[in-house]
């Protein structure tokens, strides 16, 4: 990351994955998952076009090995990165997101909630640095990260999200505050590239004294930026949904948590939003945003979108 100069961005294009070359030793794309994946369990009333009853394996990242220079702990950019990760039950998709930031960050920190699975001891035995918060929302879980990492620049990034070949090799001037990076939605490994899910960009990359996160909104958290915002082309990988019952579940707590921000706001809800809302959002994602150009997966992308409307609206209307 040069402190001089412009942002050279790698093109995001979809490429098949490829044998690695020591060009590119940090990470790499293997075409077989090195530990198989399990669906969830899927409730027997759904069609199975929905893509509920299995689950394709997901690209699995490998890490270089331990003796390797990538695995030094320092980025070969002139200023201090740090990738904070929130975490909470994360076991399953951690390693992975860990082991795409090897040898790309200086630091990795990782701010677990509260888990009660192995989520801490793979987290330290990757070699990050772990603090530990109760949950209470996003927004305050990602604000107590930014103002705990020590790099002069940060990468926010999930647990079920990884940083890309193309990211791991952009370059950083000094021209912004932040930068925004595309998005690939993933559903049972499928990418999404119609529905509204692409390129689906966030503002992630960030100088950490020119930026915090807004209180106010504890779901979908939003990014203050002291200055201005770049556009990188370098997309982050997300591997969101495995199964439709995964994605139902975290659309079910992102509506649920919605509403109860939007009641502490004074906000209320009736019958017109219950009914209506839900489903212009299946209409706008499947049919004006062209999902159904990704076949099934855009179906239950859409589902999915309008199932966490209908839980967000129907819960504000029986608090209202």
């Not at 790499?28 to 669906?39: D, G």
């Not at 509260?114 to 987290?123: Q, Y």
């Amino acid at each position: 990351m040069p402190c001089a100069g412009s942002i050279a961005s790698s093109s995001s294009r979809n490429r098949r994955p490829r044998r690695c070359s020591r060009r590119c030793a940090p990470i790499c794309t293997s075409r077989e998952p090195t530990t198989p994946r399990t669906a969830c369990p899927s409730a027997s009333w759904w069609p199975r076009w929905a893509g509920a009853r299995s689950s394709p394996a997901i690209p699995r990242i490998i890490p270089p090995p331990i003796s390797s220079p990538a695995c030094a702990g320092s980025s070969r950019y002139s200023v201090r990165l740090s990738a904070t990760v929130i975490a909470q039950d994360e076991e399953r998709d951690l390693p992975d997101c860990l082991a795409s930031l090897r040898g790309f960050c200086d630091e990795v920190l990782v701010v677990d909630g509260g888990s009660r699975d192995r989520t801490r001891e793979i987290a330290r035995a990757a070699g990050a640095r772990v603090l530990e918060r109760p949950f209470d929302d996003f927004a305050r879980q990602h604000e107590f990260a930014r103002t705990e990492a020590r790099g002069e620049w940060v990468l926010s990034i999930d647990a079920d999200e990884r940083a890309s070949l193309e990211l791991t090799r952009a370059e950083l001037g000094g021209a912004h505050a932040a930068y925004s990076l595309p998005f690939k939605n993933h559903y049972r490994g499928v990418w999404m590239r119609h529905g509204g899910f692409w390129p689906d960009r966030h503002v992630r990359l960030f100088r950490r004294d020119a930026c915090r996160y807004d209180l106010s909104r504890p779901v979908h958290e939003k990014l203050l930026v002291d200055g201005s915002i770049g556009d990188l082309d370098s997309p982050i990988l997300h591997y969101t949904y495995a199964s439709l019952d995964d994605c139902l579940g975290k659309m079910g707590r992102y509506g649920e948590r919605a509403a109860l921000a939007l009641h502490a706001a004074g906000r209320r809800a009736g019958a017109w939003d219950v009914a209506a809302r839900p489903l212009w959002r299946f209409l706008r994602s499947y049919f004006f945003q062209l999902g159904f150009l990704d076949g099934p997966a855009g179906a239950a992308m859409a589902w999915g979108k309008a199932f966490e409307a209908w839980v967000k609206y129907a819960r504000l209307w029986e608090l209202s």
